[in-house]
């Protein structure tokens, strides 16, 4: 019984039971290496602040596709479309998770990115915008690479069990 409210709760919330999958995964992901460590006589060392980061993120990431993907696309109309628009959410979550913590090292640190000699303000401008884009979907590329795709096989798995009756 209580299986039932919480798979209808996940149906009626999608956007809120992607990004928990992608908060959860980023959590998990974050803590395997000092689980392991400590699994093998090492003391525990919890992980940074700035790794915190990688959860929030994981869970706007999962949150704001799913908001923008899911009905538009009708996932929930079958167990296989929705595993096929889940992996496309778990897909285009990871650069999300990027852009979020380059928002936050641009209000720590300021520009992240190193000036142009000799470019005038308008270059360098441009320059900083065009980096501000493009340098999140790479290490979100490659972030697909480094969790062997993990975060796919995570939304195609929550994609087909809101879409299954």
């Not at 392991?36 to 919890?46: H, I, K, N, R, Y």
């Not at 690479?145 to 062997?148: E, M, P, R, S």
């Given at each position: 019984m209580m299986r039932r409210d919480?798979?209808?709760?996940a149906r009626r919330h999608p956007a809120l039971t992607f990004g928990m999958a992608g908060?959860?995964?980023a959590l998990l992901y974050i803590l395997s290496e000092p689980v392991?460590?400590?699994?093998?006589?090492?003391?525990?060392?919890?992980p940074s602040a700035f790794l915190l980061l990688f959860v929030v993120g994981?869970?706007?990431g999962g949150a704001l596709v799913a908001w923008l993907l899911w009905e538009r696309l009708g996932g929930e109309r079958s167990p296989i479309r929705g595993a096929g628009i889940g992996a496309l959410v778990g897909l285009l979550a990871m650069p999300?998770?990027?852009y979020f913590l380059e928002l936050a090292l641009v209000v720590v640190d300021g520009n992240p990115f190193e000036p142009l000699p000799g470019a005038t303000p308008g270059i360098q401008l441009g320059s900083d915008l065009l980096m501000f884009l493009l340098a999140p979907l790479l290490l979100g590329a490659l972030g697909v690479?480094?969790?062997?795709g993990g975060t796919v096989?995570?939304?195609a798995l929550v994609g087909f069990l809101l879409a299954r009756e």
């Open positions: 919480v798979l209808g709760t908060g959860g995964f392991l460590d400590a699994l093998g006589g090492q003391e525990f060392t919890a994981g869970f706007l999300v998770v990027f690479i480094v969790t062997y096989i995570v939304g």
